[in-house]
Structure formats: C-alpha cells, structure tokens
C-alpha cells in the first residue's frame, strides 16, 4: 500500500469531560465519515482519560457495525506501562497495535505525554479534538497542532 493512501488521525481531549452524550454523538459522525470517505485510516489514540476512552469504544464499535477492514485502531503509549507490560495480550485484542512513543519514552515521565502529543500531531494528517476549557494539556496540544497548519476538528464546538 501506498503511504500516500493511508489517512492518519489523532484524538487529543480532557481526561473528564461534560456533555458526554452530545459529544459521543458528534465523534461517531466524524468517525463513520472517515471509514466512509478514506482508502485507508490509521486512528492514532492515547489511554489517559474519558475522551481518550470513549474513542477508542466508538472506534471499535464503529469498525464492527461496517466490517470495514480499511483502519487500523493504534494505541500510541507515551513509555511503557506496568498495565500494558502485564496485559500485553489483552491489550492487542481491543488495539490492532500498540506503540510506545520512542521520543517521550526518552523525556521526564511529567513531560512524556506532552511529548507524545507533539509526536502523534507530526504524524497526523487530520487532529480531532474536544477542548472544552481553554487549559491543560490537550488545549496545549492543539496549540501546537495549529502552529504546525493541522486540519483540526474540535467537536466541542
């Protein structure tokens, strides 16, 4: 396959959100939009809190209610963890690949998810977002998606 072909995406939200089921609603669209529209997609997504969680849930469900074989599911891990390194087998049934960020694995754990952002968002051809307050760590991540002319969705809009 041609790398030109696959269509990467990375989600970055706050770890608890509000408006769950508006905001639920709202990825399911942009998600089946892409399996829809895209040859191939690579959804690039953390594990660190409810956005990051909810994702991956409607990712999964999604892929089974069009038995699409056209994405790959990528958990991006900012170092190894003691959960994926005791449950690796369990963790490649729900992820179709894990990856452990080599440049955040390589940073003070306080700043490797931050690292990691910036590594998914250099990857990413599309950045969907849900930034509900104007601080933290995704909002400083999406900063720096449009500093670097992302195409960028915030759902939370």
């Given at each position: 396959m041609n790398n030109l072909d696959i269509y990467i995406v990375s989600f970055f939200g706050h770890?608890?959100?509000?408006l769950y089921e508006d905001i639920e609603r709202k990825m399911e669209?942009?998600?089946s939009d892409l399996i829809y529209y895209?040859?191939?997609?690579?959804?690039?997504?953390?594990?660190d809190g409810e956005f990051d969680r909810l994702t991956s849930s409607i990712i999964r469900r999604l892929v089974k209610?069009?038995?699409?074989?056209?994405?790959?599911?990528?958990?991006?891990?900012?170092y190894m963890k003691a959960e994926y390194r005791d449950n690796q087998e369990s963790?490649?049934?729900y992820y179709d690949e894990v990856e452990i960020c080599e440049e955040s694995?390589?940073?003070?754990?306080?700043?490797?998810?931050?690292?990691?952002?910036?590594?998914m968002v250099d990857r990413s051809d599309f950045?969907?977002?849900?930034?509900?307050?104007k601080n933290g760590g995704a909002y400083q991540t999406i900063q720096y998606?449009?500093?670097?002319?992302?195409k960028i969705i915030n759902i939370a809009d």
């Open positions: 770890r608890s959100l509000y669209k942009v998600i895209k040859k191939y997609v690579k959804f690039l997504v953390g594990r209610k069009y038995d699409s074989g056209n994405i790959s599911h990528i958990l991006v891990l900012p963790f490649l049934t694995s390589q940073v003070h754990f306080k700043s490797a998810i931050q690292t990691r952002n910036k590594v950045v969907v977002c849900c930034i509900q307050r998606a449009k500093s670097q002319n992302k």
